[in-house]
């Protein structure tokens, strides 16, 4: 066995062993908190730049299922904390073990860790920078959200998705979604499609407006690091209001949106990383269990012009959406796609595709 150690930047030690990728990785510490999905949360390009940390104890449970099930096409994460590995996985779709596929990606990982004490400390003193050494093969500590994480996980490429399935309760006509892929998660691109849309999928800084694509609304994706980084996605989305087409944010989506009509953003102490957190829409409180990964959020000191809360989240009081009073903007600090977590606001894409009736 190899040792390793998570160093963080107040200079607190957690010794265990490594697994994956035998090499030493920095970048900052979070926790999220779901009992399952592990494999979905670590191809969710949200946590780009982050040493992600699961407050489950057994990680590795049903190994490696087929790429098709993942979120996106490779993990995304700089490193993985966890407390106990399981090397010999059950599961009909596994392909491998969580330790084959850390190292068929080169990702670094660290076991035998104690996770309750390490989120006791995150929540108590706020995310912060950390790093996963192996050996003596020490680094440098690295701040991801100092640079623009949505462009390193952003398509580079326009793609259009045609759906195979017709929507009967929209106009007969074909309904042309641009998807803005921050690092968006597949199944956002899943849900769209199979109610049949037609999904022009947008790189960051690709302008739908001035190469004149044929878009009736627009989908603001989720993605990684500080939303004030993107400047390009910021200035399409405020052609998009301006022509006042449909438009839906998610997660990332709803930072971005927000700064678009006008509003601020700020960092959270700890976030949000889970599957089972609270939300409550504001004119029904009725409360939601949602799947969430965020480190920023919308700051409600002062809302866009137009704008009125729609959720807020039941532990913190923090914002979870927004919406204008008369025009179809609006978004969810939330995954309503799921994967990892439940589907209790699925239906939010159906709320959304109404607008074109």
């Known amino acids: 066995m190899t040792q390793a150690r998570l160093i963080l930047e107040d200079g607190t030690v957690f010794e265990g062993v490594a697994f994956g ?7 900052e510490v979070v926790f999220a908190t779901g009992m399952v999905g ?4 670590l191809t969710d390009p949200s946590y780009a730049g982050q040493i992600l940390t699961f407050t489950y104890p057994l990680i590795g449970n049903w190994g490696v299922p087929p790429r098709q099930f993942w979120e996106s096409d490779k993990i995304q994460v700089a490193g993985l904390v966890v407390s106990d590995l399981t090397t010999h996985p059950s599961h009909w779709q596994s392909q491998m073990t969580l330790d084959d596929w850390l190292k068929k990606e080169s990702i670094p990982a660290i ?3 104690d996770t309750r004490r390490l ?3 995150l929540r108590e003193k706020g995310v912060m920078l950390g790093k996963i050494v192996t050996e003596e093969q020490d680094i440098n500590f690295y701040n991801p959200n100092a640079e623009n994480l949505v462009e390193r996980v952003s398509p580079k ?9 017709r929507n009967q309760k929209l106009e007969t006509r074909n309904l042309n979604i641009a998807l803005l892929n921050c690092g968006a998660k597949k199944n956002i691109l ?3 499609l ?3 849309a037609t999904v022009y999928e947008l790189p960051w800084n690709f302008d739908p407006f001035e190469q004149k694509l044929p878009i009736d609304g627009l989908v603001i994706s989720n993605g990684p690091g500080d939303p004030k980084m993107a400047k390009e996605s910021i200035a399409t989305i405020k052609k998009a209001l301006k022509r006042k087409i449909p438009t839906f944010g998610i997660c990332l989506g709803n930072q971005l949106l927000a700064l678009a009509a006008g509003g601020n953003t700020y ?3 700890f976030g949000h990383r889970a599957q089972n957190q609270p939300t409550i829409e504001v004119n029904s409180k009725r409360c939601y269990i949602t799947t969430q990964n965020h480190g920023f959020a919308v700051s409600e000191k002062k809302l866009p012009d137009g704008f009125k809360r729609w959720f807020y989240n039941a532990n913190d009081n923090t914002n979870e959406g927004i919406i204008h009073q008369k025009l179809p903007f609006f978004s969810i600090q939330f995954h309503p796609e799921a994967n990892p977590g439940p589907t209790d606001t699925e239906f939010l894409f159906d709320y959304f595709l109404e607008k074109f009736k």
């Open 21 to 27: 990728s035998q090499k030493s990785t920095a970048g």
């Open 38 to 41: 592990y494999d979905m949360s």
């Open 111 to 113: 076991s035998g860790i």
């Open 119 to 121: 989120t006791q400390k």
């Open 157 to 165: 490429e326009l793609k259009i998705w045609q759906s195979e399935t």
């Open 190 to 192: 899943r849900n769209l």
């Open 194 to 196: 199979k109610r049949g």
């Open 267 to 269: 960092k959270l102490k």
